[in-house]
């Protein structure tokens, strides 16, 4: 039997991961910081099939003596401190969290199970102010945010580690990704929240900030099947994955008030608190090495992602209002 740790697994991405792997038979482990209780809603349905194991991205020491315990083939590193706007209020912290830790995580591997697999999270945030479009692999970065810095340097430390110590590291530069369990914190969930609490009579408007900047949407389910498929290769490698289309902010919106039948224009504000400093204006991924190479595909659509968004966003609201 395969075994694998993830790192976050209690996060959006994360929980998607353990289920894949558990279904291909995978042991899974799930790092989790003892200094803290966990959220466990996203993996309440699976926490009798996975074993998590306590520790700390930011201790070294913690991190090894679990890759000693567990001896994963795979560790797949998504921790992060992963929301853009926090990082411009705590930038230390993102770039301990998002950025150093990695290094502590690819060291462990290194000293513990070299021959482990090891995954990071990358992201498309790397690109900020795009200098192509659309982005691919060999696209130059220039991040935006303190968190696009730090999953930078999560990124090259990644590369210099399968460089110099010939481990199979890689990266999967993820555009946007989304699904009912992302955090309410991101607007993308912010809106379907909204839309379903407006819906029901439990709010009266959405205030929002840039309404025309443009993202690579996808599904987190479909994202995770790429993480997989980047460490069943003969080498490492990394890989951009995106849907190839760009949506507006205001898209998103229109079609999810649509879809429980308002008008959007009736119900969000505009408000200039949430705009960020430095915007990223567009984010386009051309998956095209991904498509080729691993053989992955996209199951959800643009719509149907948000669909599936605020209906579950109206079952959630309809639970908390009763």
Partial sequence: M????????????????AELLLEKGYKVYGL??????PIMVNIEHIKDEIELVSGDITDLSSLIRIIEQTQPDEVYNLAAQSFVGTSWEQ????GNITGLAV?????????AKPDARFYQASSSEMFGKVVETPQKETTPFYPRSPYGVA???????????RESFNMYTCSGILFNHESPRRG???????????????????ATELRLGNL?????WGFAGDYVRAMWLMLQQDSPNDYVISTGETHTVQEFVEIAFGHVGLNWKDYVVIDPKFVRPAEVELLLGDCSKAKTELGWNLDVSFELLIRMMVDEDIKINENLAK
């Fill in 2 to 17: 395969r075994k694998a740790l993830i790192t976050g697994i209690t996060g959006q991405d994360g929980s998607y991961l």
């Fill in 32 to 37: 989790v910081r003892r200094t803290s209780t």
């Fill in 91 to 94: 930038p230390i912290l993102t």
């Fill in 103 to 111: 290094t502590n995580m690819l060291e462990a591997v290194r000293i």
């Fill in 151 to 161: 999953k930078l340097y999560g990124h090259w430390i990644t590369v210099n580690y």
């Fill in 184 to 202: 309410v914190e991101f607007v993308t969930r912010k809106i379907t929240d909204a839309v379903a609490r407006i819906k029901l009579g439990l």
């Fill in 212 to 216: 025309d900047a443009k993202r690579d």
